[in-house]
Structure formats: C-alpha cells, structure tokens
C-alpha cells in the first residue's frame, strides 16, 4: 500500500510558477513510476507528467512540455512538479499517482487556480 498526499497548490496570476509537492508513505516509494495528473471542473483527468523510478526517464503532456519539470527524491519519498509560465487553462486539481507491477494509487488531489 501507498498513500499520496499532495501539497503546494493555491491561487497564482498567469506566467507565474509554483512547485507541487507529494509525499509517499511505505517503504517501496523508489521502485514506483509517479506521475502527475489533472482534472479540470467539467474534464476528464489527464495525464501532465511521469517519472521513472531511477529518474532516468521523464513524460510530458505536450501542453506542458517546457514549462512543467517532475523530479523525485527517493530519499524523501517525494516527487515534485515544478509548473512555471502558468496559464489559466493550467487551472485544475492535481493528483500524484502512483503506479508498479499493475497496482496503482492516488492521491487526494491539490487545487491550482491561474487567474488571468
């Protein structure tokens, strides 16, 4: 079992940043792929970003590429989302997801709101 609790979301003005964070508990953190995920009011939830468990290799959704960076600290048990040039269709919840060998778990999600 893993538990994901997202964290760093808030109210932020178009072309500005802000880094999400997701703490994992259980001690296998370093062996999942973590992702982030979104969900717009009236979208489905869409894939943003992956990392490897190694941090070898890293997945964007187009519509972030350039401006979003994953990265992990398997020592913390935490993978990060760095969003900088932010817009207001960037607006959404963010959920961490978890997955390995067939077994996949969420978070609870963190709001990110870009006012215009």
């Known amino acids: 079992q893993v538990q994901l609790v997202e964290s760093g979301g808030g109210l932020v003005q178009a072309g500005g940043s802000l880094r999400l964070s997701c703490a994992a508990s259980g001690r296998t953190f370093s062996s999942y792929t973590m992702g982030w995920f979104r969900q717009a009011p009236g979208k489905e939830r869409e894939f943003v970003a992956a990392?490897?468990?190694?941090?070898?290799?890293?997945n964007y959704a187009d519509s972030v590429k350039g401006r979003f960076t994953i990265s992990r600290d398997n020592a913390q048990n935490t993978v990060y989302l760095q969003m900088s040039s932010l817009k207001p269709e960037d607006t959404a919840v963010y959920y961490c997801?978890?997955?390995?060998?067939?077994?996949?778990?969420w978070g609870k999600g963190t709001l990110v709101t870009v006012s215009s």
């Open positions: 990392i490897s468990w190694d941090s070898g290799n890293t």
């Open positions: 997801n978890a997955k390995m060998a067939g077994s996949v778990y």
